[in-house]
């Protein structure tokens, strides 16, 4: 069975599906768009021997859909064009589908391949082709030729390597990938260039059970003649130097960096020659005396070494390289989007403490780096310290966030650069293998220097995901939230979901979870997901248990690591499948889903579990950790029974469904007090995760609401929740008939509220909801930031059909609530932009929605007592169901 083509529906191939397109004028044509393979934009470097290819359609018309679809796949791009293509020709296929596995010949390694698309509208007509390609990599192990290598120095050795080699380049270059492996860091380089603008490559795995290797395009760093390559290893959390709680130092990897390269070029009279990695190249100590992803970078600029990575330079002194073994036996492409300095961010104003101290404050929070520029005297050592917090004198404050650190000596200082200058005119310096999270940097000198506000700039790093959502409103505080909320899932996305980007840096599993939905609803994140959760089934254990932490070093495997944080495995892959329609990683997931429940199955009591770290942080009050904990263990169990219906396995299906239902009632049976409609003590986060998780039997959804409402009207209309709670509590009313009293709890700018952050100056999320907690308290944090995602659901109303996935329905359930004036919400999905606008006029409701083409949208509005809808005049009920294109409504 195919089961991508199950994505984009349930229904598999849905032909005659009405949709709609947005953004386009009747004037502009109709066409296919966004042509993606694997989930990219004519991507190099893949592996995947059936590449997913999709795209949407450009086509305003009302009703707008795919009938028919086709698509011919070739290496020659002007035989595809001519609809000539070697590899496949799929045919005319009567569907509606726009996400489509190759089903072609092998594909071959190191092959571009180009691939027209041809689609029918909904009048049976051809639009205009579109091309589009992917370039396959190694494809397989056997296809490395170059050696490990590495400059045989202990893992205590605290310099960076650098590595190079001449070669000679005879004849008329065609083309030149450079495909590298690494275990650690690393920067490339060609005749005194770097290679691209990626940052922190490669991407953070279990090094020694899946590797990561990464495919440049090195055509226009190449020249006729003499080249060379030059490699810059760094530790990243290989080599993890730095010691903290959480023992990265331990790894069963560790071991000092190594690398592994092939560069192929291609010359124009069809020849090929490869250049690799082997002992033959040689290796010296760089500038770059201390490199740590932990706490930070030395760069003495005394010891740099001009034009090490060109062809004149005279290498006589440095040493050869060693042979390494290859750290893993899974040498994998790293498609995904890569981590960039994605933002620049000049500073906002600087206080000079002294002839040799200064401050500069960025005016956000963010993570990534800086760049220092300025001119000194030969000697002179900056100390440039990154945090979040000022002490009552002016002066960094780093005690929220170097906690965890464990120095053995004063050597390696947390958060801090230290740079060492030349004395050779206007210096500048940037880390290459760390970052931070912060607002605020404190630049210490050893002897005076004149520094200003352009001597200072700071980089937001993070992946570089494309932005879908957007949203803007009538209350100010609201939008604001919505933007801190994006700024810390940015600040926490670094090839993988972490906690924070400060005081950690792990790939916390419960902070990863609770802000899913807000991720997918703003960003294209599908390929960080399906990294991340192959990491996932590299950590498990065979017995089914995950750690706190993926990927980790060891640390994690305790007795808290349970189902509200490590169902991470089954709520993630579900999640992407509503959002994409692509069920590849709930498939690929599908085997540690069921050993993770079946864990949790086995070490259960009458279907109930305390296996559980609890509602971590609240306000004030607790929830019982058995409660919360079976509720995780029953959303995991149900996630299991869809997937196995999805996937045809029925006796799974079966048992599966029988064990989410017996734990539901074990769940109820025991917290649920059905006179009075009270789960638990009472308390919000209890009401709200049985309402949120499908807990509560349907007859009394509405009396557990109205608890839970009275019990936020009883707290002062704030919170009372920790991450278990804030994760449901907006949901679970605004899904159950008490929207007004989600909006204010979201819209509250009073303590305890996310609004309090704001108020008082946050430009991210925090750890606690006291901001003068003293733990717990990283000031760039993303475990309560369900709210961005709530945004979209509970105000816009734009949610995925879970019978129709990947948005091929959707479902419209806006909430005109009072207190804002208008609100509107986008989401550029699988089909193209969805757009939920609502604004007051009078006494009346006008809302306006936009469904894409091949897509349709099933309409549900709220009715307040003595209010009608009305659809261009016409009375109309609750609910409609449209097809694609632009429509207005009005309740009054």
């Known amino acids: 069975m195919n089961f991508n083509l199950l994505r984009r529906t349930s229904l598999g191939l849905l032909l005659g599906i009405l949709c709609g397109s947005i953004g386009a004028s009747a004037a502009e044509p109709t066409k296919p768009v966004s042509l993606q393979c694997e989930h990219l934009v004519n991507p190099i470097g893949l592996d995947n021997p059936s590449p997913r290819l999709s795209w949407k359609m450009m086509d305003s018309r009302k009703a707008a859909r795919q009938t028919a679809y086709r698509l011919i796949v070739g290496k020659d791009s002007i035989a595809v064009t001519k609809r000539k293509g070697e590899a496949w020709d799929s045919g005319k296929l009567l569907s509606g ?50 050696s490990w290598i590495s400059d045989g120095k202990s893992i205590d050795d605290r310099s960076a390597p650098y590595f190079r080699k001449r070669f000679s380049a005879a004849k008329k270059i065609k083309s030149a990938r450079a495909y590298v492996a690494v275990a650690g860091l690393y920067e ?57 709680v959480w023992n990265f130092d331990r790894a069963p990897w560790r071991a000092r960096p190594t690398f592994c390269m092939d560069l192929r070029i291609s010359y124009t009279d069809g020849s090929t020659e490869l250049v690799r990695s082997g002992t033959d190249w040689k290796t010296s100590a760089s500038p770059l ?128 650069d230290i740079f060492t200058l030349n004395g050779e005119g206007v210096e500048e310096f940037m880390p290459k293998f760390n970052y931070k999270g912060f607002q605020y940097v404190e630049v210490s000198s050893s002897k005076p220097v004149e520094l200003n506000k352009e001597s200072i700039t700071g980089y937001f790093m993070h992946s570089d995901v494309p932005a879908v959502g957007k949203l803007n409103s009538s209350n100010e505080l609201i939008n604001r939230l919505w933007w801190a909320t994006n700024n810390s899932y940015l600040s926490n996305l670094y ?83 509503q959002f994409y329609g692509d069920s590849k990683l709930l498939f690929d997931s599908y085997g540690s889903i069921k050993k993770y429940v079946d864990y949790v199955n086995s070490i259960s009591k009458g279907y109930l579990t305390t296996f559980g770290r609890g509602d971590w942080v609240p306000v004030k009050s607790q929830s019982s950790l058995e409660y919360t904990s079976s509720v995780y ?62 807990i509560a039997p349907e007859e009394l959804k509405a009396k ?64 606690n909801w006291n901001i003068k907690a003293e733990r717990d308290i990283s000031l760039n944090h993303m475990m309560f930031g369900e709210i961005g995602g709530w945004f979209f659901k509970g105000l816009g109303g734009i949610k995925p059909d879970e019978q129709q996935p990947g948005f091929k329905n959707v479902i419209l359930k806006p909430n005109f609530v009072s207190g804002l004036n208008h609100f509107e919400a986008s989401h550029d999905g699988p089909y193209g932009v969805i757009s939920s606008a609502w604004k007051r006029s009078g006494n009346t409701v006008i809302y306006e929605v936009v469904v894409p083409a091949n897509s349709t949208a099933t309409v549900i509005l709220p009715l307040p007592e003595g209010k009608k809808a009305y659809q261009y005049g016409k009375s109309i009920g609750i609910k409609t169901e449209i097809k694609a294109g632009k429509y207005q409504f009005e309740i009054k």
């Open 704 to 767: 557990i609401a109205d608890n839970l409402a009275k019990r936020v009207a009883a707290d002062g209309m704030h919170l009372d929740v920790g991450v278990l709670g804030a994760k449901a509590i907006l949901n679970a009313l605004s899904d159950n008939g008490q929207a007004e009293t989600a909006y204010r709890l979201a819209a509250q700018d009073t303590y305890p509220s996310w609004g309090w952050w704001i108020v008082n100056g946050a430009t991210t999320l925090y750890e």
């Open 97 to 146: 589908s726009s996400l489509v596995n190759y089903q072609g010949k092998p594909l071959e390694a190191f092959s571009k391949y180009y691939w027209l698309l041809e689609v029918w509208d909904k009048d049976g007509k051809p639009m205009p082709t579109a091309v589009a390609s992917f370039e396959t990599g190694m494809m397989k192990m056997d296809n490395w030729k170059g």
């Open 495 to 577: 090839g993988y979901p972490t906690d924070c980007p400060q005081r950690e840096k792990n790939g916390w599993t419960g902070d990863g979870h609770f802000a899913i939905e807000t991720g997918l609803y703003n960003y294209d994140g599908i390929t960080v997901y399906e990294k991340w959760l192959a990491d996932h089934r590299d950590e498990q254990r065979p017995n089914g248990v995950l750690p706190d932490i993926i990927p980790t070093g060891g640390w994690g495997y305790g007795t808290a690591n349970g189902t509200d944080w490590t169902s991470t495995i089954a709520i993630i892959p579900w999640e992407i499948y």
């Open 289 to 416: 005396t201390l490199n740590s992803i932990y706490t930070g970078e030395h760069y003495d600029a005394r010891l740099a070494q001009k034009g090490w990575d060109t062809p004149g330079f005279d290498d006589g002194n440095w040493q050869s390289s060693v042979s390494r073994t290859a750290p893993s036996n899974n040498i994998v492409s790293q498609l995904m989007h890569p981590i960039r300095n994605v933002q620049t961010l000049a500073v906002k104003s600087v206080k000079k403490i002294n002839d040799t101290t200064y401050l500069f404050d960025l005016g956000q929070n963010i993570a990534g780096v800086t760049r220092i520029r300025l001119k000194g005297e030969r000697g002179t050592v900056l100390r440039i310290k990154h945090g979040e917090r000022l002490y009552d004198n002016g002066r960094l404050d780093l005690s929220n966030i170097d906690v965890y650190y464990r120095p053995k000596d004063k050597s390696d200082p947390f958060g801090t």
């Open 188 to 244: 490339l380089y060609l005749n005194g260039k770097k290679v691209g603008d990626h940052r922190l490559d490669p991407m953070y795995t279990r090094f020694d059970r899946r590797t990561l290797y990464v495919t440049y395009d090195v055509t226009g760093y190449l020249q006729n003649g003499q080249n060379a390559v030059g490699i810059l290893l760094g530790n990243g959390w290989y080599n993890h130097q730095s010691i903290a």
């Open 633 to 694: 263990f029953y959303v995991d169990a149900v996630i299991l029974t869809k997937a196995a219906k999805l996937f045809g396995k029925p006796e799974d299906e079966a048992y599966y469904r029988d064990l989410a239902e017996k734990i539901k009632k074990a769940i109820n049976d025991k917290y649920l007090n059905r006179e009075t409609g009270i789960y638990g003590s009472g308390v919000q986060t209890e009401l709200s995760v049985a309402l949120q998780w499908g």
